[in-house]
DNA sequence: AGCCTGACTTTGT
DNA sequence: GACAAAGCCAGGC
């Protein structure tokens, strides 16, 4: 796919009484043990392919909501884990990478073009 | 309304 | 491949 459209401005899914986050919240929910992800995967998954930041920003508040979101399987494309900071104690979310068999090295996960997970492709709503 | 921030991504050098 | 800059948009003030 390639993005044609220069920038369509159009929301996804606008319903009312949810956000933005909570449709991030749902796909992060999805993601299998052991396997990750990027925030620009979860942005394009939901139509907000210039939102990537934004997905980022939710997992800031993911704390906040239950049932608690597997935001340790969500790195940026390179798959560093750029947010690990936010965990509280320093290493924890490597922590939860490797409880998964998720290597990490260097604050970033070794296999991470294998274990990527593609909502397009591996998940079927 | 306006400005600033940011757990990102892409593009150009 | 590394670095810098720009674009992105929801929240918080």
Redesign the pocket.
């Known amino acids: 796919m390639k993005?044609t459209k220069k920038?369509t401005?159009q929301?996804v899914r606008v319903k009312k009484g949810y956000?933005?986050?909570e449709d991030v919240y749902e796909v992060v929910r999805l993601i299998p043990r052991g396997r990750v992800t990027?925030?620009?995967?979860i942005?394009?998954y939901l139509g907000?392919?210039?939102?990537?930041?934004?997905?980022?920003?939710?997992?800031?508040?993911?704390?906040t909501v239950a049932p608690p979101?597997p935001?340790?399987r969500?790195?940026?494309?390179?798959g560093?884990?750029?947010?690990?900071?936010?965990?509280g104690s320093n290493g924890e979310?490597e922590k939860l990478l490797r409880a998964e068999n998720v290597k990490v090295r260097a604050d970033k996960v070794t296999d991470f073009d294998q274990l990527f997970w593609d909502p397009f492709e591996e998940l079927i709503i």
């Open positions: 993005k920038r401005k929301p956000s933005f986050f990027s925030y620009g995967a942005a394009r907000a392919a210039r939102s990537a930041r934004m997905v980022g920003y939710a997992m800031n508040c993911s704390g979101v935001a340790h969500v790195l940026n494309r390179t560093m884990l750029t947010g690990k900071r936010y965990f979310m």
